[in-house]
């Protein structure tokens, strides 16, 4: 059974924490106000007493809460989820939330690089993802692309391979962190259609992306655009 964290213990959220409760999950839980989750400490769900609690108490870590703001205000901040989430730990947002949010979980992802950045991406075109490559470029970070780049940036090295189709944007950073989701994350195809994407911070799946990048940047049917 996993140690599980919960965060956001409305009707919907306190009802999957109950079935998990129910599996025989060892479950910890916060919302906002205490006592609606009551019945579920009752039931042998653990208390904790912040977001960031909640995350050094769990292995995977998931949040229902109302919409956006919300979601910010569950996981930014000395109290919030991510600065409790250490490496190896997984976050799932399940909440009805703006894809933007994302977006900005992304970028901010990107903005963390300290010395390499290796993407999958068939085009990266949104401006501000480009933005703070370039930034990062100029921070000195490595950064190299498999798919392609709308605008050519400085030091940013892009290969194209002839007989590889992406359908997913994957972000190696630093080697020990990655991003895995949905191809692409610009505004305007924002406004259609969801995005799905996970960060993860387990070292050894983002080695095993970055192996995975290291063998087809160096494939002979490579095709350099940049």
Known sequence: MAELGYVGLGVMGGGVAKRLLDAGHTVTGWNRTKDKAQWLVDAGMRWGESPREVAEQSEIVFTMVTNTAAVRAVTDGADGILAGLAPGKV??????????????????????????LLIYDAQVSDNAIQKVLQERSKAGVEIRIIGGLEKPLSRVKVRRLADLRLHVRAIVRDGNSAFVGSQSLRKLELEGRREVGLIITHGHI????????????????????A
């Open 91 to 116: 976050y799932v947002d399940m909440s009805t939330a703006s894809p933007e949010n994302s977006r900005a979980l992304l970028t901010g992802f990107i903005k963390g690089a300290k010395k390499q």
């Open 206 to 225: 983002a080695r095993k992306i970055q192996a995975a990048f290291e063998h087809d940047w160096h494939r002979r049917s490579r095709k350099k655009v």
